[in-house]
């Protein structure tokens, strides 16, 4: 589980930022219990503010991260694909990311710091018996190993000033380092976020291919997720098994299903193309079956609307992270989503019953409906500041004051009371208009 993350010189963001996930209020579901910390880990955060106050940047340097292990090796031949902050001493300057998890029951704590041409500086620890302990660490050049790890010995061969080690370190056999790089790698992102040199999935909607899998792939055997209600179906209204024997499309039909789209079924119609080289080749296309009244229809899933084909792609990312208590990003929740789908989505990260495992949610919207479904320490907030970079602070201490646990958040931030609003003056509009002098 992430226990908190830290970026600066990223995009919009100047100074360091930070995101925690460490709960306030802990005697509650959304809380989960994490002994070795002495904390509670929240399994939702939301980031509310502005157009332009740098919320996408936010989760998008998380995201950034997570392919930076997994491209450095083999991508970054000749420069860092880094986005500074444009103003100020920013494009110059050095970018850092931090990032803290909890890993098997034991924190981890991952630094980097780099520009455009090199890697200055990256540390992995961790804490047995809550102590910090180098994992590996290194200076530009100069690579240091925990004693005892000489499975990793290997590693230096694969560094270049532009390969990060833990992108080298995780091809060999070491759990320390494999387990904490499965972490980040785990991590799926979802929305609109700008990732630099990666491709739209099929059927040209993110999420869609992830989902597909889940409805035509092998199945793995793992359990259902979501437990039977007293009359025998599942809370997902999914028909009567025993919940140990349903299948990875049932889950991913129960989960289609709760969205009461008037869908009932998922297919999968193959047919023979010619490629450009004149080969005869398999094509798969999609079809989302809808009933009406007592007819089922199949329609292209291109025809679906943008609310349908967003709740068809989270299906295989949100069903994934339950199973391996992993991280879901979703960059503007409601940008394609009923409210109360997106509630629904809450309540499912929410509930140790749905939950399990503890898989975070970490989302941007502007739907404030969704305040009412959050507790105060798992809403932040980003301004603009005059400088043209992000602030982000925490709801749960705005203004060096705690906000009381039972306020209406909703209503509070539409009346101002944390800022992180639109400053709407329409005077140099009407001006331009010639409506007034």
């Known amino acids: ?18 995101l925690s996930m460490v709960a306030v209020d802990r005697d509650r579901e959304a809380a989960r219990d994490a002994p070795h910390l002495g904390e509670s880990l929240l399994t939702r955060a939301a980031i509310y503010g502005p157009n332009a106050s740098g919320k996408s940047n936010v989760v998008g340097a998380l995201a950034w991260l997570r392919d930076a292990v997994e ?11 880094l986005e500074p902050f444009a103003f100020g001493p920013g494009p110059a300057g050095a970018s850092e990311f931090v990032i ?38 290194r200076e530009v ?42 972490e980040l790698l785990n991590i799926q992102i979802l929305g609109q976020l700008p990732r630099r040199g990666r491709l739209q999935t099929l059927f040209r909607h993110p999420g869609t291919a992830g989902t597909a899998r889940w409805f035509d792939g092998p199945d793995d055997g793992q359990p259902f997720l979501l437990p039977l209600a007293s009359e025998g179906e599942t809370i997902l209204g999914n028909e009567s098994k ?27 119609d193959r047919k023979e193309v010619l490629s450009v080289n004149g080969e005869t080749m398999t094509q798969r296309q999609l079809r989302l079956v809808h009933r009406s009244g007592n007819n089922s229809t199949p329609f292209d899933f291109s025809a679906e ?26 960059d503007e929740l409601d940008a394609s989503l009923h409210p109360t ?47 043209g970079s992000t602030r982000l602070g925490a709801l749960a201490e705005f203004a060096g004051e705690r906000v009381r646990k039972s306020q209406n958040l909703e209503s509070a931030y539409l009346h101002g009371r944390f800022g992180a609003l639109p400053q709407v003056d329409q005077t140099e509009f009407l001006r331009a208009l010639g409506l007034i002098g």
Do not use: C
Request: charged letters at 25%; aromatic letters at 10%.
């Open 305 to 330: 609307s943008e609310g349908t084909k967003t709740w068809f792609g989270l299906i295989g990312a949100v069903l994934t992270a339950l199973q391996a208590g992993s991280i879901v990003i979703f």
């Open 141 to 182: 050049s100069e690579f240091k190993l925990q004693r005892g790890l000489g499975a990793l010995s290997g590693t230096r061969e694969l560094l270049t000033e532009r390969t990060l080690v833990l992108s080298a370190a995780r091809r060999f056999n070491e759990p320390l380092v494999t387990n904490f790089a499965r």
């Open 341 to 387: 789908l997106s509630a629904e989505l809450l309540r499912v990260f929410q509930s140790p019953v749905t939950n399990p495992h503890g898989a975070q949610l970490i989302f941007t919207s502007h739907d404030t409906s969704l305040l009412n479904h959050l507790n105060r320490d798992e809403v932040w907030l980003t301004e603009k500041q005059l400088d």
């Open 71 to 81: 491209d450095s090796l083999r991508l970054w031949e000749d420069k860092i694909p």
């Open 242 to 268: 025993e919940w140990s024997t349903l299948s990875r499309r049932q889950q991913a039909l129960a989960l289609l299903r709760l969205a009461d789209l008037g869908i009932e079924d998922v297919v999968f």
């Open 100 to 137: 803290e998890a909890l890993v098997d029951g034991v924190r981890f704590e991952y630094v980097v710091e780099l520009d455009a041409r090199h890697i200055i500086y990256e540390g992995l620890f961790h804490y047995p018996e809550k102590k910090r302990r180098r994992v590996f660490e």
């Open 1 to 18: 589980m992430l226990i908190r993350f830290e970026a600066s010189n990223y995009r919009s963001i100047a100074e360091g930022v930070e």
